[in-house]
Antibody
Framework: QVQLVQSGAEVKKPGASVRLSCKTFGYTFTKYGLSWVRQAPGQGLEWMGW????????NYAQKFQGRVTITTDTSTSTLFLELRRLRSDDTAVYYC???????????WGQGTLVIVSS | EIVITQSPATLSLSPGERATLSCRASQTIDTQLAWYQHKTGQPPRLLIY???NRATGTPARFRGGGSGTDFTLTISSLEPEDVAVYYCQQRSIWPNTFGQGTKVEIK
């Protein structure tokens, strides 16, 4: 069955970078897009960006432009998120989600907690 | 950017009651709207796509409706397992913005 398995929790200092991974199983990787969505403590869901696993096209939320890079490795069916110049308000659970253009985010990873603290 | 506004922020109802959640887009999005259920400690789950289509596994008591700028999610008879935060997301243009969520509680 379809699974998205995310990397483990991270603790980072302000100003550092973090790279999260999301390995996918059970479907043809290049047939879907993938997105990153985060949830800060006590807050709602926030869409960060999307990548086409077919051709690598990306779209990012304006607030993350210049600080975020979303990539894929089609040889391992893995999605990555790099977030740079971390701030304390980047503390959140980060989810990867398969993105079907018709259905929406129909499969989700289990989430990765990122804590940014000095 | 399309702004999505959900109301109410919290809904507190008894089991068996009908729950009606609203979602409004700042500009027309046709029917390009999805609803997600997010329970504490779990990833979100897709409930409804294209405004009114139930995703695989979504119980029949969940019904989505609306088009243009105004949408609703109705839970016809609330069950204890429906306690969650419900988010709508517009899928019309980038960025695919979420509403701030409606928390559904059981009295």
């Amino acid at each position: 069955q379809v699974q998205l398995v995310q990397s483990g929790a991270e603790v980072k200092k302000p100003g550092a970078s973090v790279r999260l991974s999301c390995k996918t199983f059970g479907y043809t990787f290049t047939k879907y897009g993938l997105s990153w969505v985060r949830q800060a403590p006590g807050q709602g869901l926030e869409w960060m960006g999307w990548i086409s696993a077919y051709n690598g096209d990306t779209n990012y939320a304006q607030k993350f432009q210049g600080r975020v890079t979303i990539t894929t490795d089609t040889s391992t069916s893995t999605l990555f998120l790099e977030l740079r110049r971390l701030r304390s308000d980047d503390t959140a659970v980060y989810y990867c989600a398969r993105d079907d253009s018709w259905y929406g985010h129909d499969q989700w990873g289990q989430g990765t907690l990122v804590i940014v603290s000095s | 950017e399309i702004v999505i506004t959900q109301s109410p922020a919290t809904l507190s109802l008894s089991p068996g009651e009908r729950a009606t959640l609203s979602c409004r887009a700042s500009q027309t999005i046709d029917t390009q709207l999805a609803w997600y259920q997010h329970k504490t400690g779990q990833p979100p789950r897709l409930l409804i796509y294209d405004a009114s289509n139930r995703a695989t596994g979504t119980p029949a008591r969940f019904r989505g409706g609306g088009s243009g700028t105004d949408f609703t999610l109705t839970i016809s008879s609330l069950e204890p397992e429906d306690v969650a935060v419900y988010y709508c997301q517009q899928r019309s243009i980038w960025p695919n913005t979420f509403g701030q969520g409606t928390k559904v509680e059981i009295k």
